[in-house]
């Protein structure tokens, strides 16, 4: 562009001059009064330029470069500023990274906004809410009738023992339609999936593994397809591995043709199992159209099936990723991490600030030179946006390293962590974050540029500070140290609340404690007696351990995932079933009480007496003793238990109406169920024990899927492990344990999203922190710098040395006091979300915001005593001669 | 930069539209075309053509292409665009219509005055 205009104009500078000359011009003379007619060239380029438009891209270039040129000439100052922005961005940025992975990104399938779950609806609401789980016969009626949706698939949890030649173990599992990959758009990573003929009774079994379990057992194998692996006692044909992204559960590592269950519950339209069930909608379907025709098939079913599906319908929502409460804890800590972006942004407002007093002349030279105020405006905010972005830049070479620590430190296993990486929408963020933040601490330098105050500049040379920029510092200065006062509370609220909770009991004594969930040998499963007779071994066996003190069996433990929720009412006129309060019930063998060192409080624990065919018999906590009881003694009373959900009596297998009725024995302490944290807000916290030898036999079988052994060692629980392991084995030789834990562990685990949350506010509030007292000390050593002369001017007029440091503090005192007040009101807002978000969090304790807030104003008083006794140095001879 | 021309405001778009109406013709050809029209009584500060050059172009007003000229050399040759035509021809006509108005304001008798 420019170098065509160039040649226009030398063509037309050309033409003159020979015109010129045929008319009798000397060559020399010709070619100067050309040029005086055409004016000087460079301003002729300039207002072509401006008149194309294209002036601001060549402004922007040159501003770019002297931006980068000025940054040069200051080290110094350019590292502060680069260090404390990228602290800010990166930190933004780790945060922004985990978000987008785990809760922003779509599904890694195909088209995955197609994607539906499909669940039951009943009309009236149970304790559980209107979703109900799915029923298989239900949704082949579904996948059959259904013109909307494409296609339809289903999965049920489906875990066992897998046995090769490296010994037993036990695996999760799904069991899986055979449409499933195709639903999700993704082909298995080798071989085959199952086929419609596999996915039915009778079908051959046929397994798939996954890459990890493929990697394990057969080392990566391609030849493994085709092989024979034991799976449940069962041997299964392995057609194909599932590949990565197949995320319909965690950790899966076994995947069965769901329609080769043969379990009698699952082809019930009532009382059965349950199954999850994803679709995928037709082309050019909408989510409104698959809603209403499911409604009608709903309609359709409980007509023909008034008896099981009166009620129940059919609704599609969009497929979202499992991540639990994570979400919440994801954007709390994005919100706390922007609060020290929003800092560093105030320092660096701060150090640019106090640079533009200092180019002020420079500035003034600009606009006498005939720059407007427009371009000095953009000339700073490119300046600003340079920063921005080498901060940036720099910020996002940290958050690479930040993210891999982050998701290790996360506690347990962050969900879809795998997901989890830089990529172009992390980039887009970082560079958005950063030319915001060079915009955010750009524009007060730039706004500071007023006309007429630099043309006073050139005037005077003035070095003074007007009360305006001053108070503009204050004003930073104090928002810095309201949001690092806001970041401390926060981090101070979590450190009490984990104190507070670390010392709870949590009702049992966690100390040489194991539990770890048995996998029995599949050849024991098939009948009733036999299942009691290998637990009674199994007991019998991990008593004789060395080191073992005492055993139980137990299907719900405290601490761990997991919980079996049972209405009951203590007489038998009961209410309607979703106004029948909860407990959690707790299957149990009599030495319980002695291996969890739950104390017994009232009346007796079970015996070998308590059994099938003796009056059934429960033990309660104190807790439902008084809900349910209040002052009265609950011992030889009696609860009704409804029967959809009883543990008892076979009448909850055969679907007789009625309740069961269960004697109170004895009354233990509570127990913290849901953990030392959740255990005091949680919904359902009643307890009730019953003996695992009065479950009937036909739930038996499910019941020993759930049951876990426990165990009160002498030493350190996990050294007896092995021999447990070896004891419980079998005659079979594959009965395994497995999720082995000890209670300390649970307990831990159970405040380790407190841990989490304090530790990594504690980080951000330290930064914040350290951010704030650097700006202080900027701040002040620039203003007390800019009063050198005036200071120098008191001390000669009789002022001391202590009068300047007081003078000094006072000024810095104000700040500090002004954002201490501000940043206080904003903690009691965050103490707010963090009661709402994080369990166990109490409401505000004064005591914690006054020594968090102490912390602070000490800090911010150390970082202004610097500046300040500097001033009062100042010796008033020299600093009058500066003047 | 303002625009140092003696012309009244915007009239010299519209003599630069008017030439180059009449064929492509380069810069320097223009120059000296409203050099001579004008009868060097209107002074073209060639420092402002170039820009109001690049000004119409930009606006779509005007084409350029490069050629050669009748000696062999190449230069950046102007002609109208459709947009321009347009354009030339209702400036034109409000150009006429206030010429017409000066004219007659010019004319009145001095007695209709007093």
Not at chain 1, 533 to 546: D, F, G, R, S, T
Not at chain 1, 620 to 630: E, H, P, T
Request: glycine share 10%; with cysteine.
């Amino acid at each position: 562009m420019d170098e065509q205009l160039e040649k226009e104009l030398r063509f037309h500078l050309e033409q003159q001059t020979a015109e010129l000359q045929a008319q009798g011009y000397g060559a020399g003379e010709a070619r100067r009064l050309a040029r005086i007619a055409l004016g000087g060239p460079e301003q002729v380029k300039e207002s072509c330029r401006e008149a194309r438009g294209t002036r601001w891209l060549e402004d922007f270039a040159q501003d770019f470069r002297y931006a980068l040129r000025t940054l040069g000439q200051r080290p110094g100052f350019a590292a502060v500023v680069l260090l404390t922005l990228a602290l800010g961005t990166g930190a933004t940025t780790v945060m922004f990274t985990v978000v987008n992975g785990v809760l922003l990104k779509p599904l890694p399938y195909a088209q995955p906004s197609q994607l539906v779950t499909v669940q039951e609806r009943t009309e009236k609401p149970n304790q559980y809410g209107y979703v109900w789980a799915f029923a298989y016969p239900n949704y082949l009626d579904c996948k059959r009738e259904a013109r909307t949706l494409a296609s339809m698939a289903a999965w049920r949890y489906g875990g066992g023992t897998i046995s090769g030649a490296r010994g037993a173990e036990y695996v999760d599992g799904l069991q899986i339609s055979s449409d499933s990959f195709s639903v999700l758009g993704i082909s298995p990573l080798q071989g085959r999936g199952f086929l419609p003929e596999e996915d039915q009774l009778g079908g051959t079994p046929v397994m798939m593994i996954s890459r990890g379990l493929w990697q394990r057992m057969f080392g990566g194998n391609p030849s493994a397809i085709g092989s024979v692996v034991q799976f449940e006692g069962k041997p299964y044909t392995l057609v194909g591995i599932a590949p990565e992204n197949f995320q319909l559960g965690e950790n899966v590592d076994v995947f069965t043709p769901l329609g080769q269950d043969e379990s009698p519950g699952l082809r019930n339209r009532d009382r059965h199992p349950g199954i999850n069930v994803v679709a995928r909608l037709g082309e050019g379907i909408s989510l409104e159209q698959a809603r209403t025709e499911l409604a009608v098939i709903g309609q359709q079913l409980a007509k023909q099936y008034p008896e099981s599906n009166t009620g129940r319908s059919f609704v599609a929502e969009p497929l979202r990723p499992e991540v639990g409460d994570a979400g919440a804890t994801l954007w709390l800590l994005l919100g706390a991490v922007s609060f020290v972006l929003l800092i560093a942004c105030a320092n660096v407002a701060n150090l640019l600030l106090a640079r533009a007093a200092a180019r002020e002349r420079e500035f003034a030279m600009r606009v006498a030179l005939g720059a407007s105020w427009n371009r000095l405006v953009r000339q700073c905010l490119t300046e600003s946006g340079v920063l921005g972005l080498c901060g940036g830049a720099v910020g996002v070479l940290l958050a690479m390293a930040g993210v891999t620590e982050f998701v290790k430190f996360w506690p347990g296993d962050l969900p879809r962590a795998e997901e989890v990486h830089l990529d172009w929408r992390v980039l887009l963020f970082a560079v958005g974050i950063s030319l915001l933040s060079g915009l955010i601490f750009g524009l007060a330098p730039a706004l500071r540029l007023r006309r007429r105050d630099l043309e006073r500049a050139v005037h005077t040379g003035a070095r003074s500070v007007g009360p305006r920029s001053r108070r503009l510092h204050g004003s930073f200065v104090i928002g810095e140290i309201a949001i690092a006062v806001i970041l401390l509370v926060s981090a101070g609220i979590l450190g009490r609340t984990l104190l507070r909770l670390s010392s709870l009991s949590p009702g049992v004594d966690v100390q040489n404690v194991l539990v770890a969930r048995v996998a029995l040998s599949p050849s024991t499963m098939a009948n009733p007696a036999g299942i009691r007779a290998a637990w009674k071994e199994i007991l019998e066996n991990a008593q004789q351990v060395p080191g073992v003190r005492s055993v139980a069996t137990v299907d719900t433990v405290p601490m761990r995932e997991g919980n079996n929720q049972v209405s009951y009412w203590t007489s038998a006129d009961l209410p309607a079933p979703n106004e029948l309060p909860l407990a959690l019930a707790t299957s149990v063998t009599p030495d319980y009480l002695q291996v969890m060192g739950i104390p017994l409080l009232k009346g007796r624990f079970f015996n070998e007496q308590d059994r099938l065919g003796n009056e059934t018999v429960v033990v309660i906590d104190d807790v439902l003793a008084q809900k349910a009881f209040g002052g009265e003694d609950p011992v030889g009373r009696r609860l009704w238990i409804p029967d959809a959900g009883s543990p008892f009596s076979s009448g909850a297998a055969s679907g007789a109406a009625g309740s069961d009725v269960a004697r109170v024995v004895g009354v233990v302490g509570h127990v913290r169920y849901w953990g030392l944290a959740g255990d005091d807000q949680a919904q359902v916290r009643a307890q009730f024990y019953y003996p695992f030898a009065q479950v009937p036999d036909a739930l038996l079988g499910r019941w020993s899927e759930l049951t876990s052994i426990a165990v009160r060692t002498n030493a350190a629980p996990l050294s007896v492990l092995e021999s447990l392991r070896g004891a419980v084995r079998g005659v079979t030789g594959d009965q395994v344990l497995y999720e082995v834990r000890t209670l300390e562990q649970l307990a831990a685990a159970s405040l380790a999203r407190q841990r989490f949350m304090m530790m990594v506010l504690g980080i951000f509030a330290a930064l914040a922190m350290v951010l704030a007292c650097i700006g202080i000390y900027g701040v002040l050593a620039y203003l007390t710098g800019q009063r050198v002369p005036e200071i120098g001017l008191r001390m000669a007029l009789g002022a001391s040395a202590q009068d300047v440091l007081r003078m000094v503090m006072r000024q810095s005192g104000i700040m500090i006091l002004a954002g201490v007040g501000v940043g206080v009101a904003g903690g009691v807002v965050a103490a707010r979300l963090l009661q709402s978000y994080v369990p166990g969090v109490r409401s505000i304790e004064p005591a914690t915001f006054a020594l968090m807030v102490g912390v602070l104003i000490a800090a911010a008083l150390v970082a202004s005593f610097v500046p300040a006794r500097r001033a009062s140095r100042v010796d008033p001879m020299s600093a009058l001669r500066q003047e | 930069m303002k625009e140092k021309s003696d012309l009244p405001q915007g009239t010299l778009d519209l003599l630069i539209l008017k030439v180059v109406a009449l064929g492509p013709v380069h810069g320097y050809a223009i120059a000296q075309r409203l050099q001579q029209v004008s009868r060097d009584v209107v002074q073209v500060p060639q420092g402002s053509l170039y820009p109001a050059l690049h000004r119409l172009e930009n606006r779509g007003l005007l084409a350029a292409d490069w050629n050669e000229t009748e000696t062999g050399r190449e230069a950046k040759f102007y002609k109208l665009t459709r947009k321009g035509r347009a354009q030339l021809e209702t400036e034109t006509a409000s150009w006429e219509r206030l010429a017409e108005a000066v004219g007659l304001i010019m004319k009145l008798s001095p007695e209709g005055a007093e």
